[in-house]
């Protein structure tokens, strides 16, 4: 979808190559690469919002589902890096476009918003009161996961496998779960 000469230069034909549809049908059914950009990141939310809901309630102690959380999201991007290097694409090309930056953010929002409401159940369950708002703590995994994206997208010889897995783990103990 662009992400190897970038949105601007891309054909209509890559851009619809790339997201597994033929020209006639990105021409029917999207008014712009961004609008295709959305539709195929809502689906690859929606996966991945299922993985993680499936994960936090699956009852496993809670600092190896950090770990597992981790290890997905590190698998998924690893599976995939040019969709990583299309995410961050847009995402600078949403910081200089104010509406499609509202449209980006309106999907990150209601996501992080599921996410958020899924780790507290979490700590619901745990008896636990978050030492921070769930929805931080939500924004905190979207930080380090991105993070640790663009590290790995730049030097990936420089970023263990296991490091997101790592840093969320330490954001569990941080929020006193106990091992």
Known sequence: ??????????????VAETAGYTKGAVYANFASKEELFLAV???????????????????DDP???ARQLGADFTQYFEGDREWARLFFEFAVHAARDEAFRAQLTARYRALRERIAAALQRRMDELGIEPPQPVADLALMTFAMANGVAL??????EEVPADLLGRMFELLTAGTGVPR
């Open 151 to 156: 590290e790995a997208m730049l030097e990936p």
């Open 1 to 14: 979808m662009g992400a190897r000469r970038g949105i601007a230069r891309a054909s209509l034909e890559e």
């Open 41 to 59: 990141l809502d689906e690859r939310f929606g996966e991945r919002l299922e993985q993680i809901e499936r994960r936090l309630a699956s009852g």
């Open 63 to 65: 600092h190896a589902q």
